[in-house]
Structure formats: C-alpha cells, structure tokens
C-alpha cells in the first residue's frame, strides 16, 4: 500500500512531493507533444511539427531531472516500503514518458516530409483519431497514478487492445493504398511508421498503469494480454 | 512467478525456538500480549519497532533475563528444541550459556582480554586443563574476528580496548560457553559506522552456527543484517516476514507507517 499521511521528517515529503510534481508537470507536456504532432499531421502544418521537434528537448531535459532527483532521493532518504515503490515507478514512468516524447517528435519530423507529398485517402483522419485515444490513455494513467486507482490502471490495459486493432486496420489500407498505387508507396511508408509510433505510445502508457498497480499494491500484473489481431506480424 | 530471488538470503526453514502465547507483565503494565513466533536456526532474526514496544523484553524472555526483575511475570510457552525454557527444572544459569547475550554498551569485566573470554568457560566446567581453555578462547577471538588485534596482548585488560573491540571482545565472551542462540540488545548503537559494519559482518558470520536475534533501532542495520524481520508495536507483534518484504511490501499499514518514518 502507499499511505497519504505525512512522514516525520517533513523534508522527506517535500522530496517526494517535489519528485512527483516534475512527473506530472513531464506527463502534461507529453500529452500536448501527441496532441500537436497528430493536429500537425491532420492541418498539414508544417510550423507546428516544427514546434513539436523543438519541444522534445524539454522533456529530455525533465527526465534527466527526475533521475537525479531520485538518485538524490535513494541516496539521503533511504526510502522503503511504499516510498520506495512510489520512486521506482517514478523513475520508469520518466522513460516511459521519454519515449513517447521521442516517437512525436518522430511524427512531427514525418509530418515535415509528408506535407510535401499527395495527401493518401483520409487516414491522417484515422491516425488523428488513434493519437487522441493514446493521449485520453496517458491522461487517465496519469490520473490512476494520483488517485493510486489500481481498477482504473487495470481498464488502462485494456484499451490498449483497441488502440492495437485501430493499427492493425490502418496497417491493411496502408498496403491497400501502395497495391492500389506504387505511387503512394513513400507517404504510406511514413504513415505507416507514424501508425506504427502511436501503437507504440500505447504500450508506453500500459506500462505506465502497470507502474501504477505495483506502486499501490507491491506486485506487477503478469497475465499476458490477448492478442486479438495478428495481421501486422503475420 | 519468482522462484528464486536473487536478492533473498536463503536459510535452512528449521525452527530453533517456538514462542507461544507468550505475555508479559511489569506490574501493572502489560509489557508483551499473546506473542506467537517461530524463530529459526542459523538465521538472523531482526526485531525492530518504536521504544517501549517490547522489542527488548520479548527478547529478555529468551533467556530468562526477566527472572532478574521482581516485578515481571512472564506467560505463556516458550521452546529452545522443544524444551520448555521456563520448565522449574531448567537452571537459567545453564540456560543463558546456551542462550548468549551482547548488551548495548560494550561491558567487558575489568580483567584480562584473556580471563574475559575464558570466565564463562571455567564456571561452566568447560575445559579440563590450560590447554584446552588456551584452544577455546583462541578459537571464540577468531569467531568475533577480533583475534588478529588482540592476540599479542592477552594479558592487557579488556577495558583498555576502543568501543569496537569491546564490543567484539563482548561477543567472543559470549560464544566462549559454545551457546546455540545469541541474543544481541542494539549490539552497535555505541559504535561508530566502521566498527558497526564491523560487527555486522560478524554477525552475517556467527549465523552459520548460531539463531542470532538482534534488537536494534536502526532498520537500516535490520535491512541490512537480517533475513527475518519481527516488528513489535505496544507489546504486539505486528509483522514477522521476510526481511526483503517487510522492507518493499509490509502487510500491515503499522509495519509500513513505521519503516517508512511516519509514525512512531
């Protein structure tokens, strides 16, 4: 279990708390980073994946804060118990973070080629619609992980099969598009990558809300997830 | 899941002493209510918990330590092998040779390093000529790995050594009587960090032969020298577990509220 109420040594919850704050502070830049890249590629908007690109530096910088912070933390405080679950799920949910940060910034930098080329049937509609999901998901980890929501986390895990499935429909009209025209061959490759990343932040938030269940209970989720599509791996 | 951690210190599961129902009275007070615990052999066993929780008189029980007290009345069964330790028929004075004991402060006898460790051994009858009492108190220095340092001046008294080496000295005095469990009340709270790592070495040593069961304040040294841990909280046992457990994932909101610092 995690318990709310204060530590002796006030200084400790003031470390943790400040720890805590720069990990939410991380995960609300994150959000706006999916948000953006996934508009810039819908608007065509060449200006913000260029923002997009520029901002990820931001949240390369947060992690290596948040990493310091919790060596500082395990090194003074020594902490056990809960305290020491609430830094170690910390520190794995700033590399989850970190990564989805890093697979935006890959959107918007594919953004930047895919405006120079013929728009492939609606997709970018599609792709628009999967990153709003990711980034409804992150939200509500980010959220299970204040409540300390074990159930929410859980339902997290979920949903992660359908931002699955939403790839592996696009992974099929992407090869439809190149079979249908060799000319689409470059653009479906990008957005396909990009389709590709968004399923990836996915897997980044499950773990985030596996994150979330051992903090709060002291034991990791280890039942597999069914597989429902294998089309992309067949 | 996980069979084997690889951070978990393994110990033979065999019970050296079986503490049942065990209650304690002070006069009015009621010092320890209704303990159950198994503690096993060639294990450390670590109790920890706030000051007045009774951490130090359940293990006073152990020994009899408490018979020295007017006022205390102990109940309950308590079994070394499954000999009853309270039996009317048990001399306490052969019982804590067999059940050693290091206090808090180092407190040497005002003799020789050599008379200090050979004491228990000559009341007890333990040696039949010079030679073999020469062979036990060489072979309890080295025990407390405190031979090397003293072997040159046997002769010099006990009390001229630093804190740490008393503390050694101490221990050596102790496992002199060859006891089978060894009881230790905050063995290093006197010490400063070398000589207390010192000796935690030594008692991650001593518990190849003996059930060694430490009271300390600091769950740090609890963390760092047990393989069991006990936490007693107003005179219950709340938790006993694993020491890698107890320190990532206590049961109990007590455990976790006073391991983590929150209350006391």
């Known amino acids: 279990m995690v318990i709310d109420s204060a530590h002796i040594a006030s200084a400790f919850d003031r470390d943790l708390e400040a720890i805590q704050a720069l990990i939410m502070k991380m995960g609300g830049m994150v959000e706006e980073q999916i948000v953006d890249a996934a508009r810039s590629l819908a608007e065509r908007d060449e200006e913000l994946a260029e923002t997009v690109r520029k901002r990820d530096k931001q949240i390369d910088l947060l992690e290596e804060q948040i990493n310091e912070e919790a060596a500082r933390l395990i090194a003074l405080r020594a902490p056990t118990a809960g305290d020491l679950r609430v830094v170690l799920t910390v520190m794995k949910m700033s590399a989850n973070l970190e990564r989805i940060g890093d697979y935006a910034k890959n959107m918007a930098k594919r953004t930047s080629i895919l405006v120079q080329l013929q728009p492939v049937g609606n997709s970018a509609g599609s792709i628009k619609r999967m990153a709003k999901d990711v980034e409804m998901m992150l939200r509500d980890a980010l959220d299970a992980y204040l409540r300390l929501d074990v159930e929410m986390s859980e339902a997290i895990r979920l949903r992660d099969q359908e931002v699955d499935q939403m790839y592996n429909a696009l992974f099929r009209e992407f090869l439809t598009h190149m079979m249908e025209d060799p000319r689409n061959i470059t653009a479906c490759m990008h957005l396909h990558f990009i389709a590709k990343n968004i399923e990836r932040m996915g897997d980044h938030v499950t773990s985030i809300a596996e994150q979330v269940i051992y903090m709060v209970s002291g034991e990791i989720p280890d039942d597999d997830r069914p597989k429902l599509d294998r089309t992309s791996v067949k | 899941m996980n069979d084997m951690r690889l951070t978990e210190r393994a ?254």
């Open chain 2, 11 to 264: 110990v033979q599961e065999e019970k050296k002493i079986a503490a049942r129902g065990v209650q304690v009275f002070y006069g009015e007070t009621h010092a320890i209510k209704d303990v159950d615990v198994d503690i096993l052999d060639k294990t450390v066993t670590a109790f920890i918990g706030p000051s007045g929780c009774g951490k130090s008189t359940f293990l006073r029980c152990l020994n009899r330590m408490n018979d020295t007290i007017d006022v205390a009345r102990i109940e309950g069964d308590i079994r070394i092998d499954g000999e009853d330790i309270y039996d009317p028929k048990v001399d306490p004075v052969q019982l804590r040779a067999k059940v050693g004991m290091v206090f808090q402060k180092p407190n040497p006898f005002p003799k020789s390093i050599y008379d200090n460790v050979a004491y228990g051994p000559r009341i007890h009858g333990l040696s039949r000529n010079k030679a073999e009492l020469d062979e036990i108190v060489e072979k309890s220095l080295r025990r407390a790995a405190i031979w090397n340092e003293v072997k040159d001046r046997l002769d010099a008294p006990g009390t001229g050594l630093s804190g740490g080496q008393q503390q050694r000295l101490c221990i050596a005095r102790a496992v002199a009587t060859s006891p089978e469990v060894l009881l230790m009340d905050e063995p290093c709270s006197a010490l400063d960090p070398i000589a207390t790592a010192q000796v935690e070495e030594l008692i991650d040593e001593l518990r190849q032969r003996y059930s060694v069961v430490i009271v300390t304040h600091s769950m740090q040294q609890a963390a760092r020298v047990s393989q069991r841990t006990a936490f007693f909280h107003l005179g219950n046992l709340v938790e006993y577990g694993e020491t890698g457990t107890i320190f990532t994932n206590p049961e109990d909101p007590r455990t976790e509220s006073y391991i983590t610092g929150r209350i006391g």
